[in-house]
């Protein structure tokens, strides 16, 4: 399984859609996430597999790796991580 990370981009406030995903660009390190968000975590995350939501300075320096331009006072933001198979790896019967 592939972890592939994505920021999901929200309408603003608790009542807010979900509009779309930005890909995060596979050259991020997983070192540089955790060291953004381990002080946040509820529990350890070294590999970054949950959802993070992301404030304007985290924004900044995520920016870089996204192709979109992100803007804080317009939408909300959470860095999320999705599994892709890996190929030849089989999906899972379940789903």
Known sequence: M?????????????????????????????VFLYSLFAEEAQRPDPKMVLSYFLTADKLALLQP???????????????????????GQPEDEDG
């Not at 592939?2 to 050259?27: D, F, N, P, Y």
């Not at 790796?65 to 190929?87: C, F, H, N, Q, T």
Request: charged share 25%.
């Open 65 to 87: 790796y996204v192709a979109e331009k992100l803007d804080a006072a317009r939408y909300d933001y959470i860095l999320s991580a999705i599994g892709i198979p890996s190929e």
């Open 2 to 30: 592939q972890i592939k990370r994505i920021i999901e981009v929200w309408e603003q406030g608790m009542e807010g859609a979900l509009l779309r995903h930005v890909e995060v660009a596979e050259t991020i390190s997983t």
